[in-house]
């Protein structure tokens, strides 16, 4: 069974930095996409930043430059550090993986981790 575990949320003054970190746990994830998406209230969800197999990251254009994403295929691990933090990053942060050559049958989400931006 696979889970994922979030950590590292919390409250940040704008400007500020957090590192999220997710752990993946139930299979072999070298052949897995690993990312970040967020959901703010009322909004939908949307990426964030990925990382695939081979190492290539995609970032959505609101965050390209200030967050870096990395993962730590020996800890199954993947990273999100976060820096210039704004008020609009203010979401629930989910972690996914999914496999790469199978991505609609093997897709999992963690249970989110809250981060607010504000003053």
């Known amino acids: 069974q696979v889970q994922l575990v979030e950590s590292g949320g919390g409250l940040v003054r704008p400007g500020g930095s957090l590192r999220l970190s997710c752990v993946a746990s139930g299979s072999d994830f070298r052949f897995y996409t690993m990312g970040w998406y967020r959901q703010a209230p009322g909004k939908v969800r949307e990426l964030v930043a990925t990382?695939?197999?081979?190492?290539?990251?995609n970032y959505a254009e609101s965050v390209e430059g200030r967050f870096t994403i990395s993962r730590e295929n020996a800890k199954n691990t993947v990273n999100l550090q976060m820096n210039t933090l704004r008020p609009e990053d203010t979401a629930v942060y989910y972690c996914?993986?999914?496999?790469?050559?199978?991505?609609?049958?093997?897709?999992?989400w963690g249970q989110g981790t809250q981060v607010t931006v504000s003053s």
């Open positions: 996914n993986v999914a496999n790469e050559m199978n991505p609609r049958l093997y897709n999992y």
């Open positions: 990382t695939s197999s081979g190492g290539t990251a």
